[in-house]
């Protein structure tokens, strides 16, 4: 379990800075309303970070702290630092976003094996709330 969280506790910070950067160089017709958007997404990824890490300190675990274990442990992969197009963006996050919703789906599960019902509850929280922004973000864009 403290391996998991630990895991997804990596791809939270990674994603919360690529989140971030995107934030700085989107470019486009929607800027206002993706700027905003994305600011939204990455204090909504913030939030979640510092759960996880109480969450593992709950469950007698350690949680990785230093930037280089994050990087080596992440499965999303950081962004450059450029202008990027509006549809490259929300199709970038709706990938990272469909991985995490799939992760949490994985420990949500290993935690009701494991009988861990705060770990289980948070996961429930979290596959909310990603389904509920990947509702949205699909919706934004043009099929």
Known sequence: ???????????????YHKLQNFHWYVKGKNFFPLHAKLEELYNGIN?????????????????VGSLKNFLALSEIKEEEEKYLSEEYILKEVITDFNYLLDKVKKIKKEADEL??????ASM????????????????????
């Open 124 to 143: 429930d929280d979290y596959i909310k709330y990603f389904s509920k922004i990947l509702w949205m973000l699909n919706q934004s864009m043009d099929n």
């Open 47 to 63: 939030k979640m970070i510092d759960e996880n890490a109480e969450n593992i300190l709950i469950i007698g675990g350690k949680p």
């Open 1 to 15: 379990m403290e391996k998991n969280l630990n895991l997804f506790l990596a791809d939270l910070v990674v994603e």
């Open 115 to 120: 009988s861990e019902y705060i770990i289980s």
